[in-house]
């Protein structure tokens, strides 16, 4: 990673305050859902310290939700940018 790459990943993780997440992040919410949704576990190092945080992003019901999906969204974005990422053929649907 060059040092830009990295500081730019950086300022995504403080903005997302991520140690601030349980490690099961799941908040309560009512209403429908489609299935299949997506699931992550989101690691971060930093200063020695270590997280985890597994979401199933079924839903977006409330503030620490979306800043967790808007991080998502951004580190996808910025690896999308790296050349060997750019470099990977087109991914192919399901079916």
Excluded: K
């Amino acid at each position: 990673m060059t040092p830009a790459f990295r500081t730019e990943l950086f300022r995504l993780v403080s903005a997302a305050r991520l140690f601030d997440y349980p490690a099961d992040f799941n908040p309560p919410w009512e209403g429908g859902f489609s299935v299949p949704y997506p699931t992550y576990t989101i690691r971060v190092e930093a200063d020695g310290r270590q997280h985890a945080i597994r979401w199933g992003a079924i839903r977006i019901p409330n503030a620490e939700a979306q800043r967790l999906s808007d991080f998502v969204r951004a580190a996808y974005a910025l690896f999308r940018q790296e050349p060997a990422v750019r470099a990977l053929p087109p991914a192919s649907p399901c079916l």
